[in-house]
């Protein structure tokens, strides 16, 4: 027998799966009616490229509330020892 738990969290699952597809047709169907060719739909163009206001605005507060990324060698340099020992 199994858990009526696992059969819950197996059909919230597939639920899941099947409204995501049903909103990436429905919104592919609309692209595509309001004259976007499929190439465009495939493929999507990067919004930062040519931002409008409101992706310039989330970018710029963005990069202002998060510090730039450091970055941490010391993993790097404690595999660079272990693997220098190794080949010893």
Known sequence: MIPISTLFIGLNGLIALVLIYIVVMERTRTRLWHGESKEDVAIQRD???????????????????????????????ALM??????CR
Do not use: C, H
């Open 81 to 86: 020892g272990i693997l220098r020992n190794m």
């Open 47 to 77: 919004p930062l490229i040519n931002p409008n206001v409101v992706a310039a605005t989330v970018e710029k507060l963005a990069t202002k509330i998060i510090p730039a990324k450091v970055e941490d060698y010391s993993v790097r340099f």
